[in-house]
Nanobody, 117 residues
């Protein structure tokens, strides 16, 4: 059973930085892509950033130039460096892993990020 565990959320002032981490365990097949999504209060879950095994990245327009996604050496970890945080970045951030061999997506439990003005 694949499990994703996020860490690194918290409270930060506007303009500050946070680094989120996500580690996958129980992985037998290759994780083809990992990513971060977020869900703000009263909003739908939205894509923040994704990264493939080959290193290709994709970012939401709202975070381009401020957030950087990267994968660890084990390829089963993913990080999100968040700089120049804004109050509108306040949300619960979820880690996602896609395993094509199983045609399944896996989600972490979420980590809360609160940016105060």
């Amino acid at each position: 059973q694949v499990q994703l565990v996020e860490s690194g959320g918290g409270l930060v002032q506007a303009g500050g930085s946070l680094r989120l981490s996500c580690a996958a365990s129980g992985v037998i097949f290759t994780i083809n892509a990992m990513g971060w999504y977020r869900q703000g209060p009263g909003e739908q879950r939205e894509l923040v950033a994704t990264i493939t095994t080959g290193g290709s990245t994709n970012y939401a327009n709202s975070v381009k130039g401020r957030f950087t996604i990267s994968r660890g050496n084990s390829k089963n970890t993913v990080y999100l460096q968040m700089n120049s945080l804004k109050p509108e970045d306040t949300a619960v951030y979820y880690c996602n892993a896609q395993i094509s061999a199983l045609n399944k997506d896996y989600w972490g439990q979420g980590t809360r990020v609160t940016v105060s003005s």
